[in-house]
């Protein structure tokens, strides 16, 4: 099956920056799409952003809209987030989702997800 390894995670002050990286692997479809999520203790898993298969369309929440940007490798198997301007509200272990679709991309459930990164924002 489809695995999914998040990394890049860690602790930074607010308004710095941090680049979470998603390494796939195991595909058995030659199309995905890949969206970003990120759940803090005691909230609802948020759905941030997505990407489509081919890197050409995406998404954004309201919430990340302007500081968070997703981009993909599809050659190398791989989708970033950067996050800029973080704040202590962005605060939450952050996951990568694939979901087998070979146009457009969603922020909703996936088939198959990393175990997660944890990003801090504090001073």
């Known amino acids: 099956q489809l695995q999914l390894v998040e990394s890049g995670g860690g602790l930074v002050q607010p308004g710095g920056s941090l680049r979470l990286s998603c390494a796939a692997s195991g595909f058995t479809s030659d199309y995905y799409a890949i969206g970003w999520f990120r759940q803090a203790p005691g909230k609802e898993r948020e759905g941030i952003s997505c990407?489509?298969?081919?890197?050409?369309?995406?998404k954004y929440t309201d919430s990340v809209k302007g500081r968070f940007t997703i981009s993909r490798d599809h050659a190398k198997n791989m989708v970033y987030l950067q996050m800029n301007g973080l704040k202590p509200e962005d605060t939450a272990n952050y996951y990568c989702a694939a979901e087998r679709r070979r146009y457009g991309c969603d922020i909703t459930q996936y088939q198959y997800w990393g175990l997660g990164t944890q990003v801090t924002v504090s001073s």
């Open positions: 990407i489509n298969n081919g890197g050409s369309f995406s």
